[in-house]
């Protein structure tokens, strides 16, 4: 028996060794069908009966099939599963359990079983619940999918769901950090300068708790402003070893979702202790610099302090006093500081777009609420005098904190951002010489040079090449060594201005009081926690999107009902048709390319290019402005389906 289980074995082995094969990623559609496409580009079809053995983000290895000039693969190899830990919705039916993954590529229900910790009785049909997949039909010994239930998140009829299962696809903390109310100032052994009787005020949003920041501006004789920025001082009442720095280590940011914050911090700290109330006096950190008249920063100075907002602004109120608007006016003490911070930001934005780099401006938009989540609106912000003011004044402190940091110290939490992956920076270069755009690849490379390269094709305001650019674009990263930061132009960015919701921020914190009281420096941040922290801002980003798709699915649906038109900017193009963003609100949705034409043979999608031709003329590329018309609202996906609207 045993020789023959061995020869069968060697069969087998000879047959896969003679055989065509291939090894990629499967891409399941929703007509039971899928593709397995190669880390080259190729794309091999997979009939239905074979994608029942595997699910969409499987890596697998296939056999080859060709039947003339049609080639298929039958999976018969995982590599890697595609679904691990995963959130999904319960199926009870008769008394068996299923799951559902809530996964718009993956329609499988999955037979599961319930973690014995867990009571089953307390599990209804529809519950979403966090499972991971235990059993695969191409592991060895298993014959089908199996699921374990390990946790259930929210019960169906909850109005949290939109949060919560958000929260957990994520694998975000739901809640904010549980601490104790009693949090005594520590004594650090710093000298705190008494800047109490200062103006200073705060400006944010409306409803705004986690205040950081509080300025103080004075116009300098001579021409100039010195600036005076007042941060709040968390690791004044937290020691690096508390279970609170420990517990901030790990959220590593304030989680912000339309409707709910997740604070970093506890909240007796984040909205609180630390935040910067209008008449409460609080221990800072604070740095003083000088702004020069044509917009260039000067001389700094950092040091511990205690001070008192003396008014918390609204960011409309402000630009609307300053632009002469509405009736609110700010008191004596604070109107002259306003008007100085006003010129400092317009000489600050000038000397940045110059000699640095700026970014466009893009409005934001806000959800409004009520107490169940339900959306009563969508506000569209622009990017205001106000919020100019307070983002020119943050640019130029944490400029200076990279300064020190990199000076004094060697190393930080420093945010450091590559205009090209070193690995797409040629293809970057051939993509400009084929847009007749000659630049020296060093242009893609080098500081210096990419400033001037970056400026120049923002002034053909061509949206087209803008979006097609960002295809070869990197991504910012936290590292603990000073680094460019090609977005902003600047040599060195490190943030200090958010210690309440951002943990690298307490780092530098304690890193700039080492260098006051002239202690040598804690060693450099692990590279370990510098990747956690550019995970957990990419995965909060992700999670704020989703939250987002849920809310404008359900305030949209009465829009797709009715086939309202929209303005839209087309923002992406695949292979399936393109996707845009309404200019209305903000919300996406997707075009699909039978949409297009009735004839789907004469769509043809340059996916690559980023352009589409109907019925051989190019109607639409990316960046291009059009109007569409809504005509579906799955919630299921939290997607929109939109046609255009000729």
């Not at 190669?38 to 239905?48: L, R, W």
């Given at each position: 028996m045993l020789q023959n289980n061995a020869l069968l074995a060697q069969l087998?082995?000879?047959?896969?060794?003679?055989?065509?094969?291939?090894?990629?990623?499967?891409?399941?559609?929703?007509?039971?069908?899928?593709?397995?496409?190669?880390?080259?580009?190729?794309?091999?079809?997979?009939?239905?009966?074979?994608m029942k053995q595997v699910l969409h983000g499987d890596r697998v290895a296939a056999v080859v099939h060709e039947e003339g000039d049609k080639r298929s693969v039958e999976p018969d190899t995982l590599i890697e599963q595609g679904l691990t830990r995963f959130v999904a919705r319960v199926q009870k039916r008769e008394g068996r359990l299923a799951v559902v993954p809530d996964h718009p590529s993956i329609k499988n229900?999955?037979?599961?079983?319930?973690?014995?910790?867990?009571?089953?009785?307390?599990?209804?049909?529809?519950?979403?619940?966090?499972?991971?997949?235990?059993?695969?039909?191409?592991?060895?010994?298993?014959?089908?999918?199996?699921?374990?239930?390990?946790?259930?998140?929210?019960?169906?009829?909850?109005?949290?769901?939109?949060?919560?299962?958000?929260?957990?696809?994520h694998a975000l903390e739901q809640a904010s950090p549980e601490a104790g109310d009693e949090w005594p100032l520590r004594d650090e052994g710093l000298a705190r300068e008494d800047l109490t009787a200062e103006p200073f005020f705060t400006i944010d949003g409306e409803k705004t708790r986690d205040m950081d920041d509080a300025l103080r501006v004075e116009p300098r004789d001579g021409g100039g402003w010195r600036l005076s920025v007042?941060?709040?001082?968390?690791?004044?009442?937290?020691?690096?070893?508390?279970?609170?720095?420990?517990?901030?280590?790990?959220?590593?940011?304030?989680?912000?979702?339309?409707?709910?914050?997740?604070?970093?911090?506890?909240?007796?700290?984040?909205?609180?202790?630390?935040?910067?109330?209008?008449?409460?006096?609080?221990?800072?950190?604070?740095?003083?610099?000088?702004?020069?008249?044509?917009?260039?920063?000067?001389?700094?100075?950092?040091?511990?302090?205690?001070?008192?907002?003396?008014?918390?602004?609204?960011?409309?109120?402000?630009?609307?006093?300053?632009?002469?608007?509405?009736?609110?006016?700010?008191?004596?003490?604070?109107?002259?500081?306003?008007?100085?911070?006003?010129?400092?930001?317009?000489?600050?934005?000038?000397?940045?777009?110059?000699h640095a780099l700026v970014f466009k401006d893009r409005p934001d938009y806000e959800f409004d609420l009520d107490e169940a989540g339900n959306v009563l609106g969508i506000r569209t912000e622009q990017r205001r005098i106000a919020n100019r003011m307070i983002e020119e004044s943050m640019i130029a402190a944490n400029a200076c904190c990279a300064d020190l940091l990199a000076d004094k110290v060697g190393h930080g939490i420093f945010n450091v951002h590559r205009a090209f992956d070193p690995d797409k920076a040629e293809a970057a270069h051939e993509f400009l010489s084929a847009q007749q755009i000659e630049v020296e690849r060093e242009a893609l490379t080098e500081l210096p040079r990419y400033r001037e390269l970056k400026r120049a094709l923002e002034s053909r305001e061509d949206a087209w090449l803008d979006i097609r650019l960002r295809r070869f674009q990197g991504f910012t990263s936290m590292s603990a060594l000073p680094g460019p930061h090609f977005g902003l132009g600047l040599a060195a960015y490190a943030t200090w201005t958010s210690p309440i919701r951002k943990y690298g921020d307490m780092v530098n914190h304690r890193l700039i009081k080492q260098v006051l009281k002239g202690e040598s420096a804690s060693a450099e941040a692990s590279q370990q926690l510098t990747e956690q922290l550019t995970e957990r801002r990419r995965l909060n980003r992700m999670a704020e999107r989703d939250v987002k798709d849920w809310l404008y699915v359900r305030f949209l649906t009465p829009a797709a009902k009715a086939q309202e038109t929209f303005e839209a900017e087309i923002m992406a193009i695949n292979r399936g048709g393109m996707r845009v963003r309404l200019t209305a609100n903000g919300a996406t949705a997707f075009v699909p390319a039978p949409m297009m034409h009735s004839d789907r043979d004469k769509v043809v999608i340059d996916d690559k290019e980023g352009r589409i031709q109907v019925e051989g003329e190019e109607r639409y590329k990316l960046g291009d402005a059009i109007r569409v018309a809504l005509v579906e609202a799955r919630e299921e996906t939290r997607s929109l389906v939109a046609r255009p609207a000729e």
């Open positions: 087998k082995q000879q047959i896969r060794s003679t055989t065509p094969r291939v090894e990629g990623v499967i891409k399941a559609t929703d007509k039971g069908f899928g593709f397995l496409e190669t880390d080259d580009g190729e794309s091999y079809f997979v009939p239905p009966p074979a229900v999955l037979k599961s079983r319930i973690k014995n910790s867990l009571d089953e009785e307390s599990i209804g049909d529809g519950d979403w619940i966090v499972a991971r997949l235990v059993r695969h039909p191409l592991k060895e010994n298993d014959r089908g999918f199996f699921a374990q239930i390990d946790e259930l998140v929210v019960k169906a009829d909850d109005p949290a769901v939109p949060w919560r299962v958000t929260l957990a696809r007042a941060i709040a001082d968390p690791t004044a009442y937290v020691d690096e070893q508390h279970a609170a720095d420990l517990e901030a280590r790990t959220r590593a940011f304030t989680v912000y979702l339309p409707g709910q914050n997740v604070t970093m911090l506890p909240e007796v700290l984040a909205d609180d202790l630390c935040s910067l109330w209008e008449g409460r006096e609080r221990p800072v950190l604070a740095c003083q610099l000088e702004v020069n008249a044509d917009g260039s920063l000067g001389d700094y100075r950092f040091f511990a302090a205690t001070a008192t907002s003396h008014a918390k602004l609204a960011y409309d109120r402000v630009s609307d006093w300053l632009e002469g608007q509405g009736e609110w006016a700010p008191d004596a003490a604070i109107a002259p500081q306003l008007e100085a911070l006003r010129d400092l930001t317009e000489a600050r934005s000038a000397w940045r777009a110059e």
